[in-house]
């Protein structure tokens, strides 16, 4: 996959990827997916996006190739791959902060490395390939238990981690009520794992009914869709008897509609890192002392959010790039027992020579796609 | 007004992983003080440096491993080394940074056109999808832009 500008991409043949570091591997890739943030990335939005670079960081593989110092992998394991790169050593992956390792991005600081996440996630090829180069091997790369389809390991390297952890962050309590902005496949997956956590109520919220309507039957949840409301706020604020909702999660982030002002300085004239309209519902939607819980991704420099609100409402806001490696093994033992089905989100697979099809069926929400598999054909 | 799942308790694993103590700045990270030792840690070897990387000005060194796809290059690297000579609080990192992307964008088309190959604008954009999934709404976007192209074209005109 080789990235063009936005809202184009094509396949071209690439130099096989090369061990550059003694504790890298090469995955020949199985499966890899097209990630909502993907998105943000084919719309031009992420900074320092470069014409030529390869996406993906949800993927799972063949361990193909091991630098010397690799102990923990061996050629032929069949592994998922963390989105986020990480070092396991410095002080932020040593406290379980996984998506926030400082040895992985020498391009910025407030993020950590990422596959195929623009050179702000450190300018690392990723897993839209056949190859991919993964540093840190011994860290990130887990091996898939034999019992496990791979439609379910490739979404446990993201989709999954981050749909639990947005909902974990929510601190929910028994008999809480959850409100959801955003049914993609994140917001569809905080829903579903939002029960883990004892609520009484999951709300979602939406503008596209054929998501609403996957999200009703899979996440067990409530789903409305704001266009049929007048002001989506008042309207969570009557239905949690004008009092807001316990916990509110953002599952949109920066390219969110539903708010003209927003849309117009965040996606028409890029006067703001994208549009914060989930944001400014969540925060506004919130009871007072509630918590905010932010997954949706935003660029860089500045969003406007109504942050004298939070100050006011006494909010606690809570965010992080999910720590895919702390979570594992408790999703792992999840879709083990059949608790979470993450497979049954996958609506399209699609080869990856087709991929500028699959960017735009799922960029523009066709077909009722809502997650897409891109199937490389190297073979061993 | 007030819905609930009639049987929410009978959702598998309902309720399972809740923790009363997460409440409300339950720590995500296990903290072992380590914070306080700064950038005092093991690191793993530094990669050897193959390209130009642009680094961060808020960090004193590399991180130890670190992508090589895409060095900068051409207008659009002039511009990326520009914009890494100042912070990532500064919009004079961040808006360069998109400036340069959109220059790479045609950056992009020429080195394809210099190569002898004419990008497909349709089949990179996917438009086989659109027409396939979306017709009557693609048809009328595409009508709109003519439209607006036209009548752009139309206000050119009559000032010169």
């Known amino acids: 996959m080789d990235y063009r500008g936005p809202y184009r991409v094509r396949t071209v043949e690439k130099p096989m990827p090369k061990i550059l570091h003694p504790e890298d591997a090469i995955i020949r890739v199985t499966r890899t997916c097209i990630c909502g943030s993907d998105l943000h990335l084919y719309h031009g939005m992420v900074p320092d996006t470069r014409v030529g670079s390869t996406f993906g960081h949800e993927f799972v593989g063949v361990v193909e190739e091991v630098g010397p110092l690799v102990q923990k992998l061996k050629v032929g394991d069949q592994v998922l791959v963390p989105f986020n790169i990480a070092c396991g050593k410095c002080n932020f992956c040593k406290q379980g902060l996984f998506g926030n390792c400082h040895e992985s991005n020498p391009m910025a600081t407030a993020v950590g490395g990422i596959f195929g996440y623009s050179h702000t996630a450190g300018g690392y090829d990723g897993g839209q390939a056949e190859y991919v180069r993964v540093p840190y091997a011994d860290v990130g790369p887990t091996v898939i238990p034999p019992d496990m389809d791979p439609d379910d390991a490739v979404l446990l390297t993201d989709v999954v981690p981050t749909g639990y952890q947005a909902a974990e962050m929510g601190g929910i309590k028994q008999g809480d009520t959850v409100v959801i902005f955003g049914a993609g496949p994140i917001g569809i997956m905080a829903a579903r794992c939002a029960w883990f956590f004892g609520p009484s109520r999951v709300i979602i919220i939406d503008h596209v009914d054929y998501r609403l309507e996957f999200a009703k039957n899979y996440a067990y949840c409530e789903a409305y869709n704001f266009k049929d409301m007048e002001d989506p706020v008042v309207f969570l604020k009557k239905t949690t008897d004008w009092y807001g909702a316990d916990v509110c999660i953002d599952c949109v982030g920066c390219e969110a509609e539903g708010n003209s002002l927003q849309t117009f300085s965040g996606k028409v004239t890029l006067m703001q890192a994208g549009t914060a309209t989930a944001l400014q519902w969540a925060i506004n939607s919130v009871k007072k002392g509630g918590i905010v819980s932010i997954v949706g991704v935003y660029g860089p420099p500045f969003n406007l959010i109504p942050i004298g609100n939070v100050l006011n409402k006494g909010l606690t806001i809570r965010a992080n790039q999910a720590s895919v490696k702390r979570l594992l093994p408790r999703l792992i033992e999840h879709v083990q027992e059949g608790r979470l089905n993450p497979k049954g989100l996958i609506t399209h697979r699609v080869p990856l020579e087709e991929v500028a099809d699959a960017y735009r069926l799922f960029s523009s929400k066709l077909d009722n796609c809502i997650k897409t598999v891109l199937i490389p054909s190297a073979k061993a | ?160």
Do not use: C
């Open chain 2, 1 to 160: 007004m007030k819905k609930q799942h009639h049987n929410y308790k009978d959702i598998p694993g309902w309720g399972m992983d809740a923790d009363p103590e997460n409440e409300p700045n339950y720590p995500m990270k296990n903290y072992t003080g380590d914070d306080h030792h700064r950038s005092d840690y093991q690191r793993s070897a530094p990669q050897p440096k193959d390209v130009e990387i642009l680094m961060s000005n808020e960090r004193p060194k590399m991180s130890a491993v670190f992508g090589n796809s895409v060095p900068p290059s051409g207008l659009s690297g002039m511009i990326r080394r520009y914009a890494f000579k100042h912070s990532e609080d500064r919009y004079r990192h961040w808006l360069p940074l998109i400036f340069a992307d959109r220059v790479n964008m045609f950056e992009g088309v020429i080195d394809d056109l210099s190569r002898g190959y004419l990008p497909n604008m349709v089949a990179e954009r996917g438009w086989k999808m659109e027409m396939k999934h979306n017709p009557k709404g693609f048809a009328v976007k595409i009508a709109t832009v003519a439209a607006v192209g036209y009548a752009v074209y139309l206000i050119l005109k009559k000032k010169k």
